[in-house]
């Protein structure tokens, strides 16, 4: 009883924040009337030119570029050591020892 009594105080007064008060919700429409066109708020460099790579671009992708390439390649490599391969591999030695008897 006193759980419910406070989650539902605690939605009464999450209703009462909504933001219908002229500064709008988060999801709310806004007050742009359209798109600018610019992506992350980036202005496009003029035409004919391209776009200069910031100092942090580089090392940011070229890192995520080998990690992927080291994943790739180390857990590819991995040994296989899964209970079933091992004894898989103890039942078939068992089963020639058998035979050779």
Known sequence: MALGGVVRR?????????????????????TQERGNGVLFNETPPPPGQKRKWEDWELPYYATGILTVVLLSVGLSAKPDTRIDTWARKQALERLAAEEEE
């Open 10 to 30: 605690a939605l009464q007064s999450r209703r009462g924040r909504g933001g219908h008060g002229g500064g709008g919700s988060w999801f709310g429409p806004g």
